[in-house]
């Protein structure tokens, strides 16, 4: 099969035949229509984080396609299924997380197209029992990017403190910040977007935020405080790839807001103790979604509430489409079509 692999780090994918992997007792071999490239692929392909993926690796976890084979344990699935599969590839099942429905803090987590293999291939091994099926209607263009920017933004919002006719600021509105635009709009929020350039703005203002602050033109969390009323954002979403987009997030979050901590970019960021005590800020860090987050919100693209900016491309330019995401030059989600 066809596939992007990366071979060390910092060095461009290399398109290559691999062998089609087999499937385990538990496992589905998916034959993949589509996948979305999410920033988190570029961080594994430059060892950017402290967990380093363990190369040569095929990346990718907004993979979405058709099941061709079944495990002998798989009975919930049948050839022909249209499946994502998700960055939380597998959990253990058992431990007091999974038992809550928790598994995305399950200590034996693992992580698609970052621990094993993922989507930029024609086929993708995946664990039967954490795959999530596609509405009919979605197609899998649309469908890919919901399986990772999609759920975790939705994820995100949910974990905000946040309720209807509240203000939250999505601080960086790109492939994930600008389908958060549009679960805070579904969920009766009010929105201001901050990043920056014409086409973002452009895109944020057509998706229902009420303001677009322009990070390189003005000081976000000075001109929060002068648009809205309340004092600040009650709940601020960063998914920003910059340490000053968390730093000026944590700065536009009113007393007793919350921020949500969400892109992850290699730095620290020490928070003010006396600040944070003094003005109650609830910090919170939210990591994709379970799977019902997933069925949620792949529900809200199924009825057209939410609907990802797509440029589609193709699994060759991948190199290219990393060196774009690099220079923050993507509008929306790129997805590759795969077929
Ligand atoms: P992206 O490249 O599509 O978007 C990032 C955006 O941040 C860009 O539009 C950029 O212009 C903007 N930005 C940069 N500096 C900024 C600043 N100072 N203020 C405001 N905006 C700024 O990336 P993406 O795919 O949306 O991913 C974003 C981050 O989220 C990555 O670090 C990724 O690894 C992480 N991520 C986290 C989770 C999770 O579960 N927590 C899931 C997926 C992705
Ligand atoms: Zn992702
Ligand atoms: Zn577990």
Redesign the pocket.
């Known amino acids: 099969m066809r596939a992007a692999v990366a071979h060390k780090f910092k060095e461009p994918l290399k398109i290559e035949d691999v062998p089609t992997p087999e499937v385990g007792p538990h496992d589905v071999l998916v034959n993949i229509k589509a996948c979305g490239v ?3 692929d570029l ?1 594994a392909c430059h060892g950017d984080w402290p967990v380093k993926p363990t190369m040569p690796l095929i990346p990718g976890h907004e993979g979405v396609g058709v099941v061709t084979e079944l495990g002998s344990q798989v009975t919930h699935l049948k050839k022909g299924s249209r499946v994502g599969i998700p ?1 939380l590839y597998s959990a253990c099942g058992y431990c007091d997380y999974c038992l809550e429905g928790n598994e995305v803090l399950c200590p034996d987590v693992v992580y698609g197209g970052y621990m094993v293999n993922g989507g930029y291939a024609d086929y993708c091994l995946a664990d039967a029992r954490y795959v999530v099926e596609i509405p009919d209607g979605l197609s899998f263009i649309d469908a890919a990017p919901l399986f ?2 999609g759920v ?1 933004t939705y994820k ?1 919002l949910k974990v905000s403190n946040t309720k209807p006719g509240d203000w939250v600021s999505i ?7 600008h389908l958060a635009i549009q679960y805070a709009r579904a969920m009766g929020l009010n929105v201001i977007a ?4 014409a086409d ?1 703005e452009k895109l944020c203002l057509d998706l229902g935020a009420e303001y677009f602050i322009d ?1 390189m033109k003005e000081k ?1 969390e000075e001109k929060i405080k002068k648009l809205i009323s309340t004092g600040g954002v009650h709940a601020a979403i960063c ?4 340490k ?2 968390f730093d ?1 997030a944590y700065a536009s979050t009113r007393r007793g807001g919350t921020m949500v ?5 290699p730095d620290e960021l020490p928070i003010p103790i006396f600040d944070t005590v003094l003005n109650g800020v609830t910090i919170v860090g ?3 979604g379970t799977r019902k987050d997933l069925v949620e919100c792949l529900e809200f693209g199924a009825q057209g509430k939410v609907k990802t900016n797509i440029e589609v491309r193709s699994l060759e330019e991948i190199n290219q489409i990393f060196d774009q ?1 690099e220079k ?1 030059e ?1 509008t929306g ?1 790129i997805v590759m079509d795969m077929t």
């Open positions: 999410c920033h988190t961080h960055f990772c920017a975790t995100a601080v960086g509105a790109g492939g994930l910040g901050v990043d920056t350039g973002v990070f976000p998914t920003a790839v910059s000053a987009g000026s901590l969400v892109g992850l970019p939210s990591i994709v995401m923050n993507i989600r």
